[in-house]
């Protein structure tokens, strides 16, 4: 099928082209810049130039596609602290997709995170809804288009997909503010879990999602289910030739930054019935043989 990719020349969409070329699938790539248009071509792609600020300078290429894969999200006003701006822009792209989508049973897969089931206490499944109040919550408009003749699904991410391709997640964030502290740190006790993500184990899970998942399906791109933070902190720290040090609660927004609020969230999950529908098994290393291969920590 032809596929159109939102986010093609990033982390995720750099790994997801070439699986989807792989599956005899045509692709096109959204792109921004001349950088981004030399990325998707050079996978062997075709390139879309617009962005999603401007949502109708995509719709005609939307429409001629068999399906959508949306990774694009505005991730610099995220930093900036603007997530309802964030959100705001992907609901307009949700509104163009409903209206060129709707009632065309073509598939729609959007990137969601795992960190909205966050605070629940337990184990979060993918039958659990959005928890966390107050978290940025773009999996709700695009999970309403199932109702709209879409075949819809949400891949919801971890908190870090891992990998050399990973070049601005929140591991690099974290060796960085490790480097320059000069310690790996983790909050209270760093027994809140994070679960993680191969790149790559992440790029098939997005095409076999496109390929064959039930409207309405909510999917965990997890191979690790929960790791504890104290042990990616000294992980970190181990590859850096730093200590891995606790962190008062209350100091861990000075600490960490806009990561403050992040490291110190509990969330498991369970991956039993995303691999139950679309048969899909992790094979790639675990975040911490990522991180102890190095590549991270290169000059």
Same mark, same amino acid.
């Given at each position: ?203 098939? $899970?997005?095409? $076999? ?91």
């Amino acid at each position: 099928m032809r596929v159109f990719v939102t986010g093609a020349s990033g982390h995720i969409g750099s790994a997801l082209l070439p699986e989807l070329l792989e599956a005899g699938h045509e692709a096109v790539g959204l792109v921004r810049s001349d950088a981004s248009e030399a990325v998707v071509v050079g996978a062997g792609a075709r390139a879309h130039r617009g962005t999603i600020a401007d949502p109708e300078g995509f719709a005609g290429a939307v429409a001629a596609a068999d399906g959508v894969i949306h990774l694009a999200f505005d991730h610099e006003a995220m930093r900036a602290g603007d997530a309802a701006g964030a959100i705001a822009t992907d609901a307009r792209v949700m509104e163009m997709y409903a209206r060129v989508l709707a009632g065309t049973g073509k598939p729609l897969v959007a990137a969601s995170g795992t960190l909205i089931l966050a605070g629940l206490g337990r184990t979060g499944t993918e039958d659990d809804a959005p928890a966390l109040e107050g978290m940025p919550d773009r999996e709700s408009p695009v999970m309403a288009l199932a109702d709209r003749g879409v075949r819809v699904s949400a891949v919801r991410l971890p908190p870090t997909v891992h990998s050399s391709l990973d070049r601005h997640g929140f591991i690099p964030a974290l060796i960085g503010i490790a480097r320059e502290a000069g310690a790996s740190g983790y909050v209270g006790d760093g027994a809140n879990r994070w679960p993680a993500g191969h790149t790559r184990d992440v790029a098939r $899970l997005f095409r $076999l999602a496109l390929e064959k998942a039930p409207a309405g399906a909510r999917l965990h791109a997890a191979g690790d289910l929960g790791i504890p933070f104290r042990e990616i902190a000294e992980a970190i720290g181990k590859n850096l030739g730093v200590p891995a040090v606790s962190v008062a609660p209350e100091e861990a927004d000075a600490r960490f930054g806009f990561l403050g609020p992040i490291v110190r969230m509990d969330n498991p999950v369970s991956t039993a019935r995303t691999r139950e529908l679309l048969g899909w098994e992790p094979s790639r290393p675990g975040l911490i043989d990522d991180l102890n291969q190095g590549h991270y920590f290169a000059a």
